[in-house]
């Protein structure tokens, strides 16, 4: 009777345990499936979108960059070869930098620009009455400042990639360039390679009937700039960012191009990720083999992981891969990845087409030139060969700034809009806010506000 009883009761205490840990696993699967969400804060009266946005055509853009860098100095040497443009102010926390632009100026027989050197200067750069375009290269946390305050004194602006850090800043620029009316493009020059161009070519042609996944990434080992103090970035900007983040803090190289396949707030929208980060191995054992295990920078718990990589979903059902890595021994590589109902394209780490009906391997090499030939973009057909020879990452940085200088002087709506800069920066924060929250979805806002189905595909102006 006894053994009855006890048998009766384990299994009731049985019964008990296994619905207590079925409700837990419900909690638990609830609470990892939780979106988290940002808010989308409304318009202020009268605020009525950009897309689309033209401005009034500039005989002459008149140009002041900011941050002369690396990035900066090379900008100006481009802008030599651009008709229609004067560089009116130069500006940098370091003398020997503006000096040097200058240099570049008076060797291409140009007027010598204002010259500002004290770290609040840009705002009186963007003050001034003869810049139309201010063009911003300098660290990152200084895009969205400046970009803001340049629109709000009537100047067009053109910044390095991301425009912003955070989703506060992303919105920001959108709000911004919807009271001023001002154009805001972040310049995303691997929107303009050869390749990219060629496959967005392909997928507005129909080539991969419906396009349903994309593969893209920042892959990029930097870890000799980042670590060096004298000749990398400056004030090691990049360094001490990637020491107190994760995620992925540079998304946009490999993102704008795909999703200006995907027709990006042109028909579809990113709606959600989620994102997943390494643990930090390569910095650590890069600043121990360089500086020694005793290095201040050895002893650093730096926090970006050395891989992310981000899924992003779309409201039509497609999906984005992204990767980021500045840190492993390994070959550049933004993997352009376009896969659809027809055919698949990769530019790294082989560049190779595949299609029906025998999409199971890549074509010859001869089919895939006369690919590329048949599907060359109209900007590399018109401009391409010139772009070649100026430089730039190959010519792609030469025909961003001939596109942005051409739009800007027939008053047409720019290739890149702020909706472009705010959605491939936001991913920044959203990333990051994933991976510390166990990898769970994270909602991306709709920068447009309810208009990203209003155009039908991305067309660029003539
Ligand atoms: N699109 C691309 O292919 C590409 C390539 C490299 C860098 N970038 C971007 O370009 C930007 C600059 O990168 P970089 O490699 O030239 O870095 P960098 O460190 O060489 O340049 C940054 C410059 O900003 C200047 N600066 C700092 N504070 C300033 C202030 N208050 N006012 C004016 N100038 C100030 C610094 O003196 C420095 O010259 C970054 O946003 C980076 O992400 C883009």
């Known amino acids: 009777m006894k053994n009855k009883f ?7 205490f049985l019964l008990i345990a296994l619905l207590l840990s079925y409700s837990s696993m419900q909690n638990l699967t609830a609470q990892t499936v939780q979106m988290i969400e940002y808010p989308v804060p409304s318009r202020e009266p009268g605020q009525t979108d950009v897309l689309q946005l033209a401005c009034e055509p500039l005989d002459t853009v008149r140009i002041a960059f900011i941050g002369l860098g ?3 100095k090379d900008a100006v040497e481009r802008y030599m070869h651009i008709d229609g443009v ?3 102010a130069l500006c940098d926390v370091d003398f020997w930098k503006v000096d040097d ?14 010259r500002y050197t004290n770290a609040a200067d840009w705002k009186e750069v963007c003050r001034r009455e003869d810049v139309d375009l201010v063009y911003v290269c300098t660290h990152w946390q200084l895009h969205t400042p400046i970009a803001v305050y340049a629109m709000e004194h009537g100047k067009h602006v053109a910044l390095e990639v991301p425009a912003a850090l955070t989703v506060e800043d992303c ?13 805001c493009m972040m310049l995303e020059n691997c929107c303009y390679d050869f390749f990219e161009m060629a496959t967005l070519n392909m997928a507005q ?7 349903v996944h994309c593969e893209a990434a920042y892959i990029h080992d930097l870890r000799w700039l980042q ?12 360094l001490r960012y990637n020491t107190i983040h994760t995620g992925n803090p540079y998304p946009t190289h490999g993102l704008g191009p795909v999703c200006q396949i995907l027709n990006i707030h042109r028909g579809d929208k990113m709606d959600y990720l989620v994102s997943m980060s390494t643990n930090q191995f390569g910095m650590s054992a890069y600043a121990k083999e360089k500086f020694g295990e005793t290095h201040p920078n050895a002893k650093v718990n730096y926090k970006l992981g050395d891989m992310n990589t981000t899924l992003i979903h779309t409201a039509k059902g497609k999906t984005i891969m992204l990767q980021h890595d500045v840190t492993s021994p390994r070959p550049y590589n933004r993997i352009h990845m376009v896969s659809g109902t027809k055919a698949f394209a990769q530019k790294y780490p082989v560049t190779g087409i595949a299609m029906e009906p025998n999409a199971h391997h890549f074509v010859e090499k001869n089919i895939l030139d006369s690919l590329l030939t048949t599907y060359e973009h109209p900007f590399a057909r018109e401009i391409g060969q010139k772009a070649k020879e100026v430089g730039g990452h190959g010519g792609m940085d030469f025909i961003m700034d001939y596109r942005l200088i051409y739009c800007l002087r027939n008053g047409l709506p720019l290739d890149e809009d702020v909706y472009d800069a705010a959605e491939w920066s936001c991913i920044v924060e959203l990333s990051e806010k ?12 709709d920068f447009t506000r309810g208009a990203w189905d209003k155009l039908k595909g991305l067309q660029f102006s003539k």
């Open 70 to 72: 690396m990035r900066g």
């Open 171 to 183: 919105w920001k620029l959108v709000n911004t360039a919807e009271k001023t009316r001002r154009h």
């Open 101 to 114: 632009c200058q240099k570049i100026l008076t060797k291409n027989g140009r007027p010598k620009a204002a």
């Open 227 to 238: 670590f060096d103090e004298k000749d990398g970035y400056w004030d090691m900007w990049r």
């Open 205 to 211: 042609k129909g080539f991969f009937g419906e396009v």
């Open 6 to 12: 006890s048998s009766v009761r384990r299994a009731f």
């Open 434 to 445: 994933s991976v510390l929250n166990g990898s769970v979805p994270v909602r991306i806002p």
């Open 86 to 88: 004067k560089v009116t």
